[in-house]
């Protein structure tokens, strides 16, 4: 069983800071890609920022030079820090991974709630 945790959600006032962690345990052979979405009410669900397994990573236009993705492979853990936030940031952030154990598959976590007040 492989399960999918985050952690790190929370209040923040805009232009402040907040760092997510996402860990992921079970029976895992390996993780590839590993990365971040969030769903703002009335919203659909999008992605936020992703990283491979060597490290390469990808960010949405709206988070580039504010977010950065980062991940601990030896702790099978990603974490997204995010810097000068906005009230749009305001969202249920959802880890994702595609895990090996042995067959791939993309396993989500449950959802940190973010809220940026003006």
């Known amino acids: 069983q492989v399960q999918l945790v985050e952690s790190g959600g929370g209040l923040a006032q805009a232009g402040g800071s907040l760092r997510l962690s996402c860990e992921a345990s079970?029976?895992?052979?390996?993780?590839?890609?590993m990365g971040w979405y969030r769903q703002a009410p009335g919203k659909q669900r999008e992605l936020v920022a992703v990283?491979?397994?060597?490290?390469?990573?990808n960010y949405a236009d709206s988070v580039k030079g504010r977010f950065t993705i980062s991940r601990d492979n030896a702790k099978n853990t990603v974490y997204l820090q995010m810097n000068s936030l906005k009230p749009d940031d305001t969202a249920v952030y959802y880890c994702?991974?595609?895990?090996?154990?042995?067959?791939?598959?993309?396993?989500w976590g449950k959802g940190t709630l973010v809220t940026v007040s003006s």
């Open positions: 994702n991974a595609h895990i090996v154990i042995p067959v791939g598959k993309y396993y």
């Open positions: 079970g029976s895992i052979f390996s993780i590839n890609a």
């Open positions: 990283i491979t397994s060597g490290g390469s990573t």
